[in-house]
């Protein structure tokens, strides 16, 4: 029997730490709750059961996932020591 995964945290944005950082180019991070996060995916405000899916697929698959949420967006975020290479919707993000 396969161990259950996580849930991903869903935080208020604001909670988070925002950060740049460079892997093969420049990429949007967070660092939350001793974790740091690469910015994996971003949907609008109306796509919030979308990227609670997806954060539970990642999830799934033993990928440590987070979701901030704030008035404008819900951001799917990846730890940095996930094996999944960072996908290229975070990249050069226009996140704050």
């Known amino acids: 029997m396969l161990p259950q995964s996580m849930p991903p945290q869903v935080i208020n944005q604001q909670f988070g730490k925002?950060?740049?950082?460079?892997?093969?180019?420049?990429?949007?991070?967070?660092?939350?709750?001793?974790?740091?996060?690469?910015?994996?995916?971003?949907?609008?405000?109306?796509?919030?059961?979308?990227?609670?899916?997806?954060?539970?697929g990642?999830?799934?698959e033993g990928i440590q996932t987070c979701i901030t949420c704030s008035s404008l967006h819900y951001i799917v975020w990846?730890?940095?020591?996930?094996?999944?290479?960072?996908s290229t919707h975070g990249r050069n993000s226009s996140t704050p």
Do not use: H, Q
């Open 18 to 56: 925002i950060f740049k950082f460079w892997r093969n180019g420049i990429y949007t991070g967070m660092r939350y709750g001793g974790e740091l996060y690469a910015c994996y995916r971003t949907y609008p405000v109306e796509g919030r059961l979308k990227a609670y899916d997806l954060g539970c």
């Open 58 to 60: 990642l999830s799934s």
């Open 78 to 86: 990846i730890s940095l020591r996930s094996p999944l290479p960072i």
